[in-house]
């Protein structure tokens, strides 16, 4: 089982390649289904990267009913909107389509971000 702590680590590891190591925890903590992945708090220190993993985890939280641990708490929004496509005109789709625990934490993605096959 990855922790979200353990994925943090990877993040810093190799920066180019982080959505490797994010979508690899989303595969496992799907499969597992197991609270204990994310009992621990991880690691700040790239806004941008920890308010991703935060609405990550919320989300899919969301998604398999368990409960969002407190500590998510003290991980900070973004300061400004990222948008993880980075192509300016899928910004408003974006906008739109965005999950809303990652919305809340300024993060834009497309409604399939975290589909996966």
């Known amino acids: 089982m990855i922790s979200a702590a353990e994925t943090k680590l990877k993040f810093d590891e190799d920066p180019k390649w982080?959505?490797?190591p994010l979508m690899d925890f989303v595969d496992d903590f799907r499969y597992h289904k197991n609270a204990?992945?994310?009992?621990?708090?991880f690691e700040?220190?790239?806004?941008?990267?920890?308010a991703v993993l935060a609405g990550v985890i919320e989300t899919l939280c969301d998604e398999l009913a368990i409960p969002i641990p407190k500590w998510l708490n003290g991980v900070?929004?973004?300061?400004?909107?990222?948008?993880?496509?980075?192509m300016e005109s899928l910004?408003?789709?974006?906008?739109?389509e965005c999950p809303v625990r990652l919305r809340l934490r300024k993060v834009f993605v497309g409604e399939n971000f975290l589909f996966r096959v």
Not at 44 to 50: N, P, R
Not at 91 to 96: Q, R
């Open 91 to 96: 910004k408003a789709i974006t906008i739109v």
């Open 76 to 86: 900070p929004p973004c300061r400004k909107p990222i948008f993880l496509s980075r």
């Open 44 to 50: 700040l220190g790239d806004e941008d990267k920890d």
């Open 36 to 41: 204990e992945a994310i009992s621990e708090p």
């Open 18 to 20: 982080w959505k490797i």
